[in-house]
């Protein structure tokens, strides 16, 4: 079993930025990948970033050249860092550790607040 923690929500105004990190405990990180992930009231939760076990990254369409993710895999834990960040950035962010192969599992975070005023 894996949980995982996130914190550093918060209200920010628009152009302002913000440091979000999961916290993992119950087995080394190193083994997973990991990604954050979003929802916004009255929408699908969608992709922010992705950071697989070998730190290759992706990003959402909406988010690349503002939002960076990496891991510390000695600390069990990962960051997003947020910049520029606009209203429409506004929702509910989780993070998700996933393993890979056929027996795949995945576990997710409680998620944490992030909202942007214009």
């Known amino acids: 079993q894996v949980q995982l923690v996130e914190s550093g929500g918060g209200l920010v105004q628009a152009g302002g930025s913000l440091r979000l990190s999961c916290a993992g405990s119950?087995?080394?990180?190193?083994?997973?990948?990991l990604g954050w992930f979003r929802q916004a009231p009255g929408k699908e939760r969608e992709l922010v970033a992705n950071?697989?076990?070998?730190?290759?990254?992706t990003y959402g369409d909406s988010v690349k050249g503002r939002f960076t993710i990496d891991r510390d895999n000695a600390k069990n834990t990962m960051y997003l860092q947020m910049n520029s960040l606009k209203p429409e950035d506004t929702g509910v962010y989780y993070c998700?550790?996933?393993?890979?192969?056929?027996?795949?599992?995945?576990?997710w975070g409680q998620g944490t607040q992030v909202t942007v005023s214009s």
């Open positions: 998700k550790a996933y393993t890979y192969g056929s027996s795949a599992y995945e576990y």
């Open positions: 950071i697989d076990k070998d730190g290759i990254t």
């Open positions: 119950g087995r080394t990180f190193s083994i997973f990948g």
